[in-house]
């Protein structure tokens, strides 16, 4: 395979400790070459994360377990009937498949033959621009012969057939759309979205962890607008992440989650409207759990002691959160403004409820379900009169309510 160009500025250089893996592999024979987004990223001239590394190799997953063996590695055999080990190097995670080709997919998963030829493995690959190497010294090769026009047009062309490429992964509809996340304005064939469209009711067999994945990466993307506005249209977003998206929110949301909140909850939390849980929905539970619990908050311009108290320091943060971002504008004056108010709300000493199970106890009431509801109206009494009340005021209060006891013998 000839090389097609370098790079003026290698952006993965700086990882010694992968380099010199690359270079122990070569001199065993073996081949590997960056593949797919890395490379894709670095022609843009994008910035490359840490672990964001994916690569191809001319050999198979048993010889890639027994040379990291070898060399002291930690291996994962995270795919390894698909070709995929993973490599731990200095605690980054890298994943490595062999070259191959599928014989055949059910739209899920392939029956994979392994090659020695490069031109094979990209054609198996998505998209043209995801079927591009790249040699650790930066010289990159274009199979196909389109990933790097096409790259420049930001024109999306699945590899070959794009009827063909679909079937053998479903996933690879959300992955269409995910791509639109990369540009400004991306193109395509419209016949190619009408395919995405077409074959979108087989995203039901799709695990939830490989939707979460994609979306997930729509969030991380420059534009992802782009794609959550596309999905939404074209209706296959009802097959991807069923929630009250609204996109107005998440226009006005997204400088803020790219400026200060960057992170996919909060990314979430800006585009919903609503959010209710749903174990048919790919976002995991412990996070739907999060997103359920700060809309449950009735958020107010001014500090709600009784709220923070109920909600906690986090969901009442996120609750000031989610209403600074959907409803102001971003500017540095509003950022600075957001900053101390979190500072603010992180700095309140919260009042602390003077009785305990064993102060109740020692009034003769007996450890179970009654006290505990004793306990809790209690509370909510103490909270609701913004917890002025002492210690002698709840307990004159429980004595008064559960034992009969007249005011005046408290």
């Known amino acids: 395979m000839i090389a097609v160009g370098s790079l003026s500025n290698v952006p993965w250089e700086s990882h010694k400790a992968l380099g010199e893996f690359i270079k122990n592999l070569a001199k065993k024979g073996i081949t590997a070459r960056l593949v797919g987004g890395v490379v894709r990223d670095a022609l843009l001239s994008r910035l490359v994360p840490s672990g964001d590394f994916d690569f191809a190799v001319d050999a198979t997953p048993d010889q890639m377990i027994a040379i990291c063996f070898e060399t002291g590695l930690q291996v994962i055999p995270t795919g390894v009937s698909f070709g995929t080990v993973t490599c731990i190097i200095e605690g980054e995670p890298y994943e490595i498949t062999s070259l191959r080709k599928d014989i055949t997919s059910d739209g899920r998963k392939a029956v994979v033959q392994y090659t020695k030829d490069w031109s094979e493995d990209a054609q198996r690959r998505d998209l043209t621009i995801n079927a591009l190497y790249a040699d650790w010294d930066g010289k990159y090769y274009d199979p196909t012969g389109m990933g790097i026009e096409d790259l420049n047009n930001r024109y999306l062309r699945f590899v070959g ?100 909140f960057n992170n996919i909850f909060y990314g979430l939390l800006g585009s919903v409207n609503q959010f209710s849980i749903d174990s048919n929905n790919c976002i995991p ?45 971003f500017s540095e004056e509003a950022l600075k403004k957001c900053n101390e108010a979190i500072e603010a709300i992180d700095a309140v000493l919260m009042p602390r409820f003077p009785v305990s199970g064993a102060n109740l106890q020692e009034l003769g009431f007996t450890p179970g379900p009654a006290m505990g509801d004793i306990l809790r109206e209690t509370e909510k009494w103490w909270v609701e009169s913004n917890f002025t009340p002492d210690f002698e005021d709840c307990l004159q209060r429980i004595k008064q309510l559960y034992l009969g006891e007249p005011l005046d013998k408290i």
């Open 161 to 260: 057939d794009p009827e063909s490429r679909i079937k053998e992964d479903f996933l690879r509809i959300i992955r269409f759309f995910r791509f639109m996340a990369l540009f400004p304005s991306a193109k395509y064939e419209e016949e190619t979205y009408k395919l995405c469209i077409k074959f979108s009711k087989k995203l039901k067999s799709i695990s939830l962890e490989r939707k979460w994945g994609e979306l997930k990466k729509i969030f991380k993307s420059d534009y992802p607008l782009n794609a959550i506005e596309s999905l939404i249209s074209s209706k296959i977003m009802s097959e991807v992440c069923r929630i009250n998206w609204s996109l107005n929110k998440l226009e006005r949301s997204l400088p803020w989650v790219k400026n200060r």
């Open 285 to 329: 539970l412990k996070l739907q759990k999060r997103l359920e619990d700060v809309f449950k908050i009735k958020f107010s311009s001014s500090l709600d002691l009784q709220a923070l108290y109920w909600f906690g320091k986090q969901n009442y943060k996120d609750a000031y959160i989610r209403d600074t971002i959907t409803n102001k504008p």
